[in-house]
Structure formats: structure tokens, C-alpha cells
């Protein structure tokens, strides 16, 4: 269903005459230099082709003869390859593998320009026969001295590069000559077996190896593999690599250009969510494709924080609008037509191979809904407007991370909470752990944790954490709520006997009375009575203590991590009502009003 999914969209694109996508036997690269050359193939400069962005230097992204699949053999690509092939000489201190590596590079350049199967126009061109003529000369030896007259040769070795011929501003690989060259070697003919393709359903040239997928953050730099047999336990009937899972040609650089593509830096198709790094798209165009990461509240651009805002002021208004729409069980028209499906896929690295996290296949107003069912579940009473009404997923998984770090989210945990979302399901019980772990570590019951937690209780399957509110409920007669609200209480009463203390209760005792009450309550009560005697207006503290505390007879000894869960709610949602109660009271005299 993914490679389906992602052939479908290849085509999609393919289709459009505003996207500007590889044909087949070409791919989308990174080039960093290239090398000018005369008609006679004498080098005349090097040319950067990264481009400044802040403080670093980005290569310029072009398409140019699809690159190989590489192992450990030499595999040269078709006039243009990192220095190794191009020059025979590099960074990685094995003259003797780049010579081999310079050689098959030449070798490929003379078969394809002047070998048998080669049209006459790339025999008479004058752009190939001047790369003929330079590769021909060149001195792999002496390639850090002359390249060194141009440019710095530790900051060319090891990058890719490519040939212009002096006088034109193309590059000799964008000739029609070299097109014609290149495809006339009949790359991409397959290597002899036909069978069934498993995505198209026709017969064709079966593709023994997949493209790498490059994009994925975490995963070689190089790209990594989402389709692969490398082991003998993975094949069967004597079949080697991907010749066990049949998939043509065609069909196999549709599915990787189009996962390229939504992969490449810069997209707006990509969030990264944890360890897996989230690519999202619809069968026909709709906004829910232009919108969903910034719902998400996501980004992968390395040069920004992760989470922060993409958009501009009037795209901010149209994703609230929608995400106030979502929210209240409406399909707003930004969304798109409902009907077109839609399909998220999360990906993970592992070791050379990709790992998927998470796929989604649905229609635009289907995840709409889903969406909707998300934030109606997450809307918590904020404590200033400062707080995101609508907080991305990336703003919840940092609660959840050690010390708020990115690289401490738990990345099975992340994965396992955007399935939810997507698919509408329950949140896993691994988040309810997970806040109390942190709450219990970092003593603070946040916004965004609190607002966790009543998603979590409202999705539960356990009938009795169906209906949570997003305020304080004086009614709910659950003990761990009612305990979360007295330890909120007896906090006050501290503060307000002692105003500008550092550490209050909290600090000391909320691990202890949120796990075991009986063991800390009787303790906390006694000491509050010291509070109250001394505050200017105790007996309001004295009044609401005993408003929680009617009918309640003894504490429990122990408290499950669903009633922490709600001991958690409970004294945020109070907290809320209690600080709320305070400004309001900052403007009158009367405290006896006090609730």
C-alpha cells in the first residue's frame, strides 16, 4: 500500500506542468562544484555552486543521470560524482580505490560518448569530447595542486561535481547529446529477469536494487534503504536482493523520486515527529496537504527550533480558523474536498535501512475529523494566553523528554501517540507513565501536561475518565482528583502565610502525596493549620479544605497511576481556579467571597 500510494503520486506529479519532477533515469542531486573546461578539456576554474545560507554553504540541488546504487564495488555515475570518480583523489586516504574509482569513471564517460551503442551527436559534441579530453589527460596525483589553484582542496575533495564548458551557461550533463548518450546505455533496462510487478500489476524489468531514500533524519547520509534483502533468512526460492519482492523498473524510480521529493530539505510536506521523520500527501491537490504540517505545529528545518512557527500572518489566521473549524466538528473548505485520499508515513533510521514508524491511509476529511477529535480532547483551560490554544505535537513530546530536550524524546513513545492521533484510537498508556514520571521528576504540572492527561483520560477506553472538563469540577467525586485539589489547597495556604517562598509543598512532598496520601496528608493538614492561623485571610483556606474534604474518611494508602493521573488534573485544575479567584479578588476588598 505505501509504494501504491507513492507510485500514485509520482504520477500525480508527472501529470502537473507546475512540478518540476525527474523524468525516469534521472534523479534530483546535490552538486557542489563544478569543473570549467575549455573545447580542448584544459581546466580553467572551479566553480562553487553552494549558495550562502547563514553561516553555512548549501549545495545547489539539480537533476542530472540517475545516481547508482552503491556497495562496495566501484559504480561510477554519468558525468558527475564526488571527486573520488571525477578525480581520482579524495579525502579518505585510499589513492589506490580512488584510481580504481577515476578509471571506471572515464571507462563509462568513453563507452557511452564514443562506444558502440553511442549516437553520433554525442560523438561530434563538442561539451563531450571536451570532458573526453580533460578526463584523458588528468593526473589523479596531482590533484590537490592543481585543483588547490582554484579552490581550497580540502573544501573541494570528497564533494560532488560536474562540467561546464566555457562559454555556456549550462552544464555538459543538461546537452541533448549527453541525454542521448546516457539513455541510449539503456539504464534502466533491467538486468535480464522480468516478472509481475507488485505495484503496477504488469509485467516488467524487475529492479534488483532499490534507490536509496535520502532525507530521513538520523539515517546515512547517503540514503538508506526502505526496500531491501541482504540476508539469506530473507529470500526464498533462490532468489537474490529484490528480486524476492518483484517490483519494476518504472515503478521503482516513481515510488523513490516521489519519496525524495517530499523528503528534500525544504519541503512542506515532511514534520519531524520524534525519531521519525513524517511525510504527508494527498492523491489529488487539497489544502489538508498544504495545511497538516502546520497543524502539526512542525518543522525539519535544521537552521530553526523545531516547533516553531512556519507561516506568515495571514496563513497563521487561515490555520486557526481551519484549526477552530476541525476543532468544533466542521469540514472548512480550506480543507479541500473530503473525499481525496490522504496519507501519512513516519520513517525511522535503521542502520542502513529505514525503519517505518507509522502509515495512514485515509481520505482529507477523515483526518480532518481525527484531527478535530485531538484538540477537542487536548483543550485545557490555559493559565495565560501566552500558552498555544492549539499546541503542535512537537510542543507535547518535549514535555515528555528529560530536561525538555529534543534528543531525549522517547522515540517508540512518540510514535506510538501520532498513530493514535492519526488513526483516532486511544493514547497509549505508555504517555500516562510517562507524565507522571516527569511530573514526579520535574515538580511541575504544566499546561501541556495537564492537557495530555485529560486527552489520555478522554480517549481511555475505561468508562469512568469519559467526561473530563476543562476546568476545575467541584463535583467529581474521584479520589485522586479530590486529592490533586487539596494539595493545590493546602499549597495556598502556604503561600499565603508565607509570601515570596521559594520552595513550597510541592517541591518537598508532591511525589509522596500524589503515590502514597496516607503516608503525607495527615502530616500536610496539621501544618496547614499553622498556615491558616498566621495568613491575613486563612479562614478561606480553612473553608475550602473542608469543602474537599466532607465526606472523605481516611486517605488511601497507595494510589494506582491512573488516580496520580487524576491527583495531577485535580491540583492543576484548582491551582487554575484558585490563582483566577486571586485577580479577581485583587480588585475588590471583599475576601469573604472567596470560593
Not at 478535530?372 to 523528554?401: N, T, V
Request: with cysteine; glycine share 8%.
Amino acid at each position: 500500500m505505501i509504494l501504491q500510494a507513492l507510485y500514485a503520486y509520482y504520477q500525480r506529479l508527472a501529470d502537473d506542468p507546475d512540478q518540476d519532477v525527474p523524468r525516469p533515469g534521472y534523479s534530483n542531486e546535490k552538486m557542489h562544484f563544478a569543473l570549467v573546461l575549455s573545447p580542448q578539456g584544459k581546466l580553467l576554474a572551479v566553480e562553487d555552486l553552494r549558495r550562502a545560507q547563514g553561516k553555512k554553504r548549501l549545495p545547489q540541488e539539480m537533476f542530472v543521470p540517475a545516481a547508482v546504487k552503491r556497495t562496495v564495488a566501484v559504480a561510477p555515475n554519468f558525468l558527475w560524482d564526488n571527486t573520488g570518480y571525477v578525480l581520482g583523489a579524495d579525502a579518505k586516504g585510499k589513492p589506490d580505490r580512488a584510481l580504481e574509482c577515476f578509471q571506471a569513471f572515464r571507462d563509462l564517460v568513453h563507452r557511452a560518448t564514443v562506444g558502440p551503442q553511442a549516437p553520433a551527436m554525442a560523438v561530434q559534441d563538442a561539451g563531450l569530447a571536451s570532458v573526453r579530453a580533460f578526463l584523458a589527460a588528468w593526473e589523479p596525483e596531482r590533484a590537490a595542486e592543481v585543483i588547490g589553484a582554484f579552490q581550497p582542496w580540502e573544501d573541494v575533495a570528497g564533494w560532488n561535481v560536474i562540467f561546464r564548458l566555457d562559454g555556456e551557461r549550462g552544464y555538459v550533463h543538461e546537452r541533448p547529446a549527453a541525454r542521448a548518450a546516457w539513455e541510449a546505455l539503456g539504464v534502466g533496462a533491467g538486468e535480464g529477469e522480468t516478472a509481475f510487478c507488485l505495484i503496477t500489476g504488469q509485467r516488467g524489468a524487475v529492479a534488483r536494487l532499490h534507490p536509496s531514500i535520502k532525507g530521513v533524519r538520523g539515517a546515512q547520509s547517503s540514503g538508506a534503504a526502505l526496500v531491501s534483502f541482504n540476508c539469506d533468512a530473507f529470500t526464498s526460492h533462490g532468489k537474490e536482493q529484490n528480486f524476492n519482492a518483484p517490483v519494476s523498473e518504472s515503478a521503482t524510480f516513481a515510488y523513490s523520486t516521489a519519496l525524495n521529493r517530499l523528503l528534500r530539505r525544504g519541503s512542506r510536506r515532511t514534520v519531524q515527529i520524534g525519531d521519525a521523520t513524517t511525510v504527508f500527501w494527498t492523491e489529488a491537490p487539497a489544502g489538508m496537504e498544504e495545511l497538516f504540517g502546520l497543524f502539526l505545529g512542525a518543522r525539519m528545518d535544521d537552521d530553526a527550533a523545531e516547533g516553531a512557527p512556519a507561516e506568515d500572518g495571514g496563513t497563521a489566521q487561515k490555520v486557526r480558523a481551519a484549526l477552530e473549524a476541525i476543532r468544533d466538528g466542521k469540514n472548512p473548505a480550506e480543507l479541500g474536498d473530503a473525499a481525496v485520499g490522504f496519507y501519512v508515513l513516519g520513517l525511522a533510521p535503521n542502520a542502513a535501512r529505514l525503519a517505518v514508524r507509522f502509515f495512514e491511509a485515509t481520505s482529507v476529511g477523515e483526518m480532518g475529523r481525527r484531527l478535530g477529535r485531538h484538540f477537542r480532547a487536548l483543550a485545557m483551560e490555559r493559565r495565560s494566553e501566552r500558552e498555544p490554544e492549539f499546541p503542535g505535537l512537537w510542543q507535547l513530546l518535549i514535555e515528555l523528554a528529560p530536561l525538555r530536550k529534543t534528543e531525549n524524546i522517547p522515540p517508540v513513545l512518540g510514535g506510538a501517540i501520532m498513530r493514535a492521533i492519526l488513526a483516532g484510537r486511544p493514547y497509549p498508556h505508555s504517555l500516562l507513565t510517562t507524565i507522571i514520571e516527569r511530573i514526579r521528576a520535574d515538580h511541575e504540572v504544566s499546561y501541556l501536561r495537564a492537557a495530555l492527561l485529560k486527552a489520555y483520560f478522554t480517549r481511555a477506553q475505561d468508562a469512568q475518565h469519559k467526561e473530563v472538563g476543562m476546568t476545575l469540577d467541584t463535583a467529581k467525586a474521584n479520589i485522586g482528583y479530590r486529592l490533586g485539589r487539596l494539595f493545590a489547597v493546602l499549597e495556598k495556604a502556604q503561600q499565603d502565610a508565607l509570601p515570596g517562598i521559594n520552595a513550597t509543598i510541592k517541591d518537598r512532598f508532591y511525589g509522596a502525596a500524589s503515590a502514597t496520601p496516607r503516608a503525607v496528608f495527615p502530616k500536610l493538614i496539621k501544618l496547614a493549620q499553622h498556615h491558616i492561623a498566621k495568613a491575613k485571610y486563612g479562614y478561606v483556606s480553612d473553608k475550602r479544605l473542608g469543602e474537599i474534604m466532607e465526606d472523605l474518611s481516611a486517605f488511601p494508602a497507595h494510589l494506582s497511576v491512573a488516580a496520580q493521573g487524576e491527583f495531577a488534573l485535580g491540583y492543576y485544575q484548582q491551582r487554575n481556579a484558585l490563582w483566577r479567584k486571586a485577580e479577581t479578588d485583587d480588585q475588590t476588598t471583599n475576601p469573604d467571597d472567596a470560593a
